[in-house]
T-cell receptor, first 111, second 115 residues
Framework: QQPVQSPQAVILREGEDAVINCSSS?????VHWYRQKHGEAPVFLMI?????EQKGHDKISASFNEKKQQSSLYLTASQLSYSGTYFC????????????FGTGTRLTIIP | NAGVTQNPKFQVLKTGQSMTLQCAQD?????MYWYRQDPGMGLRLIYY???????DKGEVPNGYNVSRLNKREFSLRLESAAPSQTSVYFC??????????????FGQGTRLTVV
């Protein structure tokens, strides 16, 4: 079953912050985050593991709440280059190769 | 280093025709995946292969077959194409053996239209 992402779409002005959520109905071992530009392949952003710390680089960070089976991606002081569709991907167990992706969140940054 | 290579990039099929989508990776990864991407539905897993010689169904396997020919190659076959299979297909690979988890690398996609 696919994880559910919210919101489905968001429009921001440059410099504003955004939060994208990813929820699963089942326990998770890891959560991946990817960004896809129009007409291109998804590109990896970061992985969060069960029991791990909040991750981040530059102005993009993420958290993983294991009890709620939820992850959130935080984009601060958004730049035009952040525009795209964001996907979360999940694995249920260590060693389980099945990688299931969410429904996606389209982020549009306007000047 | 090419990463994940998919062929063809574009394809138009008539209903009922068959075709095979090719995928190859040069990163020595054990795991390979096929996804389809449709507007509003995200990336849906069709089949995956945890290692050479093994394949497993994903969320939307009906109408598809796969072959893990060797460690490098993982093909997706449509035996009798239907308009509902019009989509963008992505192949991906990753390596998690002995590791907590690692990123998946995607090919550039195959845009398939069934008329």
């Amino acid at each position: 079953q696919q994880p559910v992402q919210s919101p489905q779409a968001v429009i921001l002005r440059e410099g504003e912050d955004a939060v994208i959520n990813c929820s699963s109905s089942k326990a998770l071992y890891s959560v991946h985050w990817y960004r896809q530009k129009h007409g291109e392949a998804p590109v990896f952003l970061m992985i969060l593991l069960k029991g791990g710390e909040q991750k981040g680089h530059d102005k993009i960070s993420a958290s993983f709440n294991e009890k709620k089976q939820q992850s959130s991606l935080y984009l601060t002081a958004s730049q035009l280059s952040y525009s795209g569709t964001y996907f979360c991907g999940t694995r249920k167990d260590f060693g389980n190769e099945k990688l299931t992706f969410g429904t996606g969140t389209r982020l549009t940054i306007i000047p | 280093n090419a990463g994940v290579t998919q062929n063809p990039k574009f394809q138009v099929l008539k209903t009922g025709q068959s075709m095979t989508l090719q995928c190859a990776q040069d990163m020595n990864h054990n795991s390979m995946y096929w996804y389809r991407q449709d507007p509003g539905m995200g990336l849906r897993l069709i089949y995956y292969s945890a290692s050479e010689g093994t394949t497993d169904k994903g969320e939307v396997p009906n109408g598809y077959n796969v072959s893990r020919l060797n460690k490098r190659e993982f093909s997706l076959r449509l035996e009798s194409a239907a308009p509902s299979q019009t989509s963008v297909y992505f192949c991906a690979s990753s390596e998690t053996a002995g590791l907590p988890d690692t990123e998946a690398f995607f090919g550039q996609g195959t845009r398939l239209t069934v008329v």
